[in-house]
């Protein structure tokens, strides 16, 4: 690999001065020559592009055309993947919004059906469209009798996230008429079906594990209010959705239907930039979720808690294993890329636990545990240095925990959360025009050249 020490990166001071900005058809600002890269004597400008809340970007487009470098980003840390309209999120002040609405007004105020409308849309519906939206994925909600006897090929304990996984790709076998990604009247119907059938895919799994019987959907119920039906009800006796958990479950779900471009989200826009239909697109988003260090977190907490609960809750203790580096434990629930604050999910999530405990009169020595947790790493030096704050899977699984859904079915909460958001970016990529399929490059760090040996001589 060359060594070029001549190469520097000179970013002039930006202001926004008057005659030399342009604003794009894509919404952004553009002003020329703002950034310069002088490399091996050759000095290239490299524009900067201003978003809406006044965040900046190099414009990269033209680096490689120019220069023949590409640039090096592991982690994706520095590198803005796409332009989007859907969410912001100010991680230093602790600022998420979807399409401009601030999560603490959304979440006391607005349903997570209208949500997923806002996130999709655009706008918050109007009356008539919210009952358009509401008709549209209503009539959905079933899934084909066929595809439930696929459930009999899982085992007992498997995972129901990769029940969900592969039960969405399946749904594109059925629908093989209708799930062109280019043809709009394709992609309304692929998002209702997604949107409306994926609680009951979810709820049959879990149904599965117990060995009950799977509850058909009532259409005459809240899109929250059916999924608790078809999670809890049994035939044999009556069942009654509890409004307080009916809230609670759709504030959870709000708070996690969006956070612009983390790794499942990016997912769905890589696989869906190769144009494979929505199913397929929305599963491999699943599959990312899975990770313990993305979605699965929640899982990973709520085990985490226990093991401390169970080895008689001594916070330090685990505080301070969490910062030894001989150590794999880390705090789950704790820390996130972009997030250098308080994550402000995190703090509605606190609020809403302690609120849904007392009214439903439980008492969980986890929530305690937790409590205990963060109050010892937002003293410490460790945390506080490197800015790690209870991210949104640190309170949420207790919520899930007095609701009763099991454990290992949390990962599958919050994917049925993050769907209008996977959907609204997908459907955001594929709409503009200007998306190629996405395809990193990378610098080759291998063997260089060499003979092929004959098995013998080797
Ligand atoms: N416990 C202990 N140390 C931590 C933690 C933690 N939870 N998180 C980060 N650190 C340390 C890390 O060891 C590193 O220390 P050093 O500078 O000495 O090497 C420093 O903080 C920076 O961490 P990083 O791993 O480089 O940060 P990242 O941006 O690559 O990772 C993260 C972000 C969320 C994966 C990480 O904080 C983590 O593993 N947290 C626990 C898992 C978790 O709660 N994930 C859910 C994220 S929020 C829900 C979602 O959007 O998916």
Redesign the pocket.
């Known amino acids: 690999m060359k060594d070029h020490a001549a190469t520097a990166v000179g970013l002039s001071r930006w202001r926004a001065p008057q005659g030399i900005q342009t604003t794009t058809q894509d919404g952004t600002r553009r002003m020329a020559g703002a950034a310069k890269l002088v490399y091996d004597g050759q000095e290239l400008e490299l524009p900067i592009i201003e978003g809406t809340e006044n965040e900046r970007a190099i414009d990269i487009g033209k680096l490689r055309g120019t220069t023949g470098l590409i640039t090096v980003d592991e982690?994706f840390?520095n590198t803005g993947s796409c332009k989007s309209g859907v969410t912001f999120l100010d991680g230093e002040q602790g600022i998420l919004r979807y399409r401009g609405y601030p999560i603490e007004d959304l979440a006391e105020k607005s349903t997570f059906l209208e949500v997923a409308y806002l996130l999709i849309y655009g706008e918050l519906p109007t009356k008539e469209q919210y009952e358009d939206f509401q008709h549209s994925i209503t009539v959905h909600t079933m899934i084909h009798e066929d595809l439930k006897r696929l459930y009999d090929g899982y085992p007992k304990d498997s995972h129901p996230m990769s029940i969900l996984s592969s039960m969405i790709v399946t749904l594109s076998g059925y629908y093989t008429d209708s799930s062109d990604p280019l043809i709009p009247m394709h992609r309304e119907i692929s998002m209702a079906r997604l949107l409306a059938k994926t609680p009951t895919i979810a709820a049959y799994s879990y149904k599965k594990s117990i060995g009950q019987p799977f509850v058909y959907p009532r259409n005459n119920l809240s899109y929250i209010g059916n999924f608790m039906n078809m999670m809890f009800s049994v035939p044999a006796t009556d069942y009654e959705v509890d409004p307080v958990i009916e809230r609670a479950l759709d504030t959870l779900l709000i708070l996690h239907a969006d956070?612009e471009q983390?790794?499942?989200t990016s997912t769905v826009r890589l696989v869906g930039s190769s144009r494979a239909n929505l199913y397929a697109t929305i599963a491999s988003g699943v599959c990312a979720?899975w990770g313990?260090?993305?979605?699965?977190?929640?899982q990973?907490?709520i085990e985490m808690l226990s093991r401390v609960h169970e080895d008689g809750g001594d916070a330090k203790k685990y505080i301070e294993l969490?910062?030894d580096?001989n150590s794999t434990?880390?705090?789950?629930?704790?820390?996130?890329?972009?997030y250098k604050n308080f994550?402000p999910r995190a703090r509605i999530i606190k609020k809403a636990c302690d609120d849904v405990l007392k009214k439903m009169g439980v008492h969980d020595p986890l929530l305690e545990i937790a409590k205990k947790l963060e109050e010892a790493a937002l003293e410490d030096e460790?945390?506080v240095e490197?800015k790690?704050y209870p991210?949104?899977?640190?309170y949420s699984g207790i919520i899930y925990r007095a609701i009763g859904i099991p454990t290992d079915m949390f990962t599958v909460m919050?994917a049925l959360g993050r769907m209008p958001g996977w959907i609204a970016q997908w459907k955001e990529m594929i709409e503009n025009p200007g998306t190629r399929i996405g395809r990193p490059r990378q610098v080759y760090n291998g063997a260089t050249e060499r003979r092929y040996q004959d098995i013998g001589k080797r």
């Open positions: 982690g840390v956070h983390n790794c499942s979720l313990p260090l993305h979605g699965g977190a929640n990973a907490v969490a910062k580096k434990f880390r705090l789950m629930g704790f820390g996130h890329r972009v994550d460790y945390f490197r790690l991210n949104v899977d640190f919050f």
